[in-house]
């Protein structure tokens, strides 16, 4: 059974850095490409990064050059790094994947909170 365990989220003043984790277990963790999204109050759940199997990445333009999203595949760990925190980045982040037969398997999510 696929699980996605995501740690690391807090409260943090703006400007200020997080860095989240997701280990993955019951998968072949380094053939999936692996994702974070987040999802604020009344407001549609949004991919923020992803990185391949290749460690090729993708980011949200709202978080370029401010989020690096890699990956651990001997610890089967997927992380994002957040650098220069606005309050408009406080939402529940979470680790998705999808699998063979595009079954899509979420974490339980970790919240982030930005404010002074």
């Known amino acids: 059974q696929v699980q996605l365990v995501e740690s690391g989220g807090g409260l943090v003043q703006p400007g200020g850095s997080l860095r989240l984790s997701c280990a993955a277990s019951?998968?072949?963790?380094?053939?999936?490409?692996m994702n974070w999204y987040r999802q604020a109050p009344g407001r549609q759940r949004e991919l923020v990064a992803s990185i391949t199997s290749n460690s090729n990445t993708n980011y949200a333009d709202a978080v370029k050059g401010r989020f690096t999203i890699s990956r651990d595949n001997a610890k089967s760990t997927v992380y994002l790094q957040m650098n220069s925190l606005k309050p408009e980045d406080t939402a529940a982040y979470y680790c998705h994947t999808k699998t063979f037969g595009s079954v899509d398997y979420w974490g339980q999510g970790t919240q982030v909170t930005v404010s002074s």
């Open positions: 019951g998968l072949i963790f380094r053939i999936f490409a």
